[in-house]
């Protein structure tokens, strides 16, 4: 492989490992606080085909934006009704969500555009243009430095910057804040937190909105960004990889990076390289599909280790009389 490739192979890494970061940043916040979220597949689905719809219609991505985040918001506020306030099972409300936004964004859709289930390609002021950072073009001649800058740092959205910007701010918020730390004692000791006066429910229906948002997120990139419209099920599984991420990642935010940049590697290896021949024997293309989610498990199940989950997540909070 030469450097040309590896910039290339590094450059489809970032692009396609942002939405699992912005998912696997809102699973760690939803599950800190002690609410498991199964549906982030479906809120990042949801996202999706609002995001391109509107912005189809409208011919405005940021317009797209906030539909996405708004449909992501809605079905965040069924799951905490639905786990928070009615104490049902976290685990059936997520897959219900899942559901839910695998019906409803197609039926919408050939609804609305009598497209098969998809909406029409999005142009121009419809999609995230991509940054040219400064001094870009000048340093490109550089040789090793100038390429990294010019072809793998800049030339990305403003959605992949904010992926990555919302790790430290993340780590910030849950690590050097008042909220943060009564974010993790909600998910570690619900009991000790209203013992103290702080409403449980209203920390956790906090951390459940803020799973909503990246989730809207990372599924208006998906169809805004990363792609140039909706197509059904255009998650692709990316909510049970950024899960998958997350229990890799331990539940800490620096950690979810690495795990989200290695699982975006392994797309990004997958898509590039279809049809290998290996002395006459031809590797199927559905093999290299399925490779991210095939190591995925072996990563999980060989090399993770022991993962402990905030203490009290997955189970509704009764308040003592």
């Given amino acids: 492989?030469?450097?040309?490739?590896?910039?290339?192979?590094?450059?489809?890494?970032?692009?396609?490992?942002?939405?699992?970061?912005?998912?696997?940043?809102?699973?760690?916040?939803?599950?800190?606080?002690?609410?498991?979220?199964?549906?982030?597949?479906?809120?990042?689905?949801?996202?999706?085909?609002?995001?391109?719809?509107?912005?189809?219609?409208?011919?405005?991505?940021?317009?797209?934006?906030?539909?996405?985040i708004a449909a992501s918001l809605a079905l965040s506020a069924i799951h905490g009704l639905a786990s928070i306030t009615f104490r049902g099972n976290q685990l059936i409300s997520g897959v219900a969500i899942n559901f839910l936004a695998s019906g409803l964004t197609v039926l919408v859709a050939q609804d609305w555009f009598g497209q098969g289930g998809r909406t029409p390609s999005l142009i121009g002021a419809g999609r995230w243009p991509d940054i040219t950072l400064p001094f870009a073009e000048t340093l490109r001649p550089v040789p090793i430095l100038g390429p990294i800058y010019a072809e793998l740092i800049s030339g990305h959205s403003i959605l992949v910057y904010t992926a990555l910007l919302m790790v430290p701010v993340t780590w910030w918020v849950l690590f050097r804040t008042r909220f943060g730390?009564?974010?993790?004692?909600?998910?570690?000791?619900?009991?000790?937190v209203d013992t103290a006066g702080v409403s449980v429910i209203g920390l956790r229906f906090a951390a459940v909105a803020i799973c909503g948002l990246l989730c809207g997120l990372a599924g208006s990139y998906l169809a805004t960004g990363l792609q140039a419209g909706f197509v059904r099920e255009m998650t692709a599984g990316r909510g049970y990889i950024a899960l998958a991420a997350l229990i890799f990642a331990k539940w800490r935010p620096w950690h979810a990076l690495g795990a989200c940049t290695?699982?975006?590697?392994?797309?990004?290896?997958?898509?590039?390289?279809?049809?290998?021949?290996l002395g006459g024997i031809t590797i199927p293309v559905?093999?290299?599909?399925?490779?991210?989610?095939?190591?995925?498990?072996?990563?999980?199940?060989?090399?993770?280790?022991?993962?402990?989950?905030?203490?009290?997540?997955?189970?509704?909070?009764?308040?003592?009389?």
Avoid: H
């Fill in 262 to 277: 290695l699982f975006g590697l392994l797309q990004a290896v997958a898509l590039r390289y279809q049809n290998i021949d």
């Fill in 181 to 192: 730390l009564r974010l993790r004692a909600v998910g570690e000791a619900p009991e000790a």
């Fill in 1 to 68: 492989m030469d450097f040309l490739t590896l910039l290339q192979v590094l450059d489809s890494t970032i692009r396609l490992a942002t939405p699992l970061l912005l998912a696997c940043l809102a699973g760690l916040f939803s599950e800190r606080a002690g609410i498991f979220d199964i549906g982030l597949e479906g809120k990042m689905l949801a996202a999706a085909f609002f995001s391109a719809a509107i912005a189809a219609v409208t011919g405005s991505v940021w317009l797209g934006l906030l539909a996405g």
């Fill in 286 to 321: 559905q093999v290299m599909d399925a490779l991210p989610y095939i190591l995925t498990v072996v990563i999980l199940a060989g090399f993770v280790g022991k993962a402990i989950p905030p203490r009290a997540g997955g189970e509704p909070y009764v308040k003592e009389r």
